[in-house]
């Protein structure tokens, strides 16, 4: 986890619902460097002794940032659950679809999420965000993929559909505006989940169960995912994908359902827990 204010976060590791253990003296920051290094195994000692001698630390009111720090590169998979492509009228592909989002999206948990100048249809997204744990190139294998990944983490992909959809060109300008991408609280290291391609997915919007979907349903699960994207690009330590989404956006509910200043986004994945965001008016 990092914990902080915005642009001051320090690196810490979770214990439980309400403790952490404090680790800024032993890395920097959970970023491309600690990840090259080894990652979430070179703190594993430091971190038995530190609970083990009861040097934990209760959360409290702190902030809690995006458990990693700002990444080369966030890439999106778009229409990776077949009902979710059915939901907004589109072909279930044939191979994973690759749009990428700005880096400078990537916001906490439960910090706010803010309705763009010009919108009128801004949506949500719950995902099963990969971190990227070593460089990353033309792997032999999705199998092998399974090396090359940090963790996972909760994401909300926010999306803008009319700059999406409706505005020319590619699906960045609908995906890449300021706090579009909540991740956290925290990264699970891969030891932690039992099967990635089964996990619990939900979003609530105002206490309206919105989303509900499993890992399980995904066309293309996260080493496919991984082993395919090293064919075209080279994916650096700290880079973040975001897997997809399963139905349930506003922009697949009839009538439509869009993001207002005031609204309250509650969402979670099993084992990656919960997260929080209430919605704000354009600057």
Known sequence: MRIGAAGAEK???????THYVDVSDLVDDFNET???????????????????????????????GAPIARPHQILCIGLN?????AETGQAVPAEPILFTKSPNTLIGPNDDVRIPRGSSKTDWEVELGVVIGK??????????ARDHIAGYVLVNDVSERAFQMERGGQWAKGKSAETFNPAGPWLATPDEIPDVRDLGMWLDVNGVRRQTGNTKTMIFDPYFIVHYLSQFLVLEPGDLINTGTPPGVGMGLDPQVWLQPGDVIDLGID???AARQHVIGAR
């Not at 659950?81 to 492509?85: E, I, P, Q, T, V």
């Not at 460089?135 to 092998?144: G, H, K, M, N, P």
């Open 81 to 85: 659950f077949s009902d979710h492509a």
């Open 135 to 144: 460089r990353t190139s033309y792997l032999d294998s999705a199998e092998q």
């Open 271 to 273: 084992r990656l827990g």
């Open 11 to 17: 690196p810490a590791v979770r214990v439980d619902d």
């Open 34 to 64: 600690f990840f090259a290094a080894g990652g979430a195994s070179t703190l594993a000692d430091a971190v038995t002794e530190r609970i083990a001698a009861g040097q934990v630390r209760a959360f409290g009111d702190q902030r809690i």
